[in-house]
């Protein structure tokens, strides 16, 4: 049985730091994907790590330097650790895995989704 747990989420003052986990049961070597949601707006995608090599993959500019994925294959549990949070960083946080090893970008390339983490930066 494929699932995916998100769990790590709060309520953190700017400067702050969290440490998503995505507990993946059923998942081998796929490549795992965090994206992220604010009402009204798309799901954006975050950043990846693939099953293959462990290559990782940031999508947003100004996640990269303050966030590191990372997954821990024993576990099959991938990792977001977020650092310097800022209030723009506040949304649903989702973690996504994909049939294939490779990483991808949109959402739509998704197959298996988590039920999301509430992540709120604020003073």
């Known amino acids: 049985q494929f699932e995916l747990v998100e769990s790590g989420g709060g309520l953190v003052q700017p400067g702050g730091s969290l440490r998503l986990s995505c507990a993946a049961s059923g998942f081998l070597d796929n490549a795992i994907g965090w994206f992220r949601q604010v009402p009204g707006k798309e799901r954006e995608g975050v950043s990846c790590?693939?099953?293959?090599?462990?290559?990782?993959?940031y999508y947003i500019d100004s996640v990269k330097g303050r966030f590191t994925i990372s997954r821990d294959n024993a576990k099959r549990t991938v990792y977001l650790q977020m650092n310097d949070l800022k209030p723009e960083d506040t949304a649903v946080y989702y973690c996504a895995a994909v049939i294939l090893r490779r990483c991808y970008s949109d959402a739509d390339s998704y197959d298996y989704w988590g039920q999301g983490t509430q992540v709120t930066v604020s003073s």
């Open positions: 790590i693939s099953g293959s090599d462990g290559s990782t993959y």
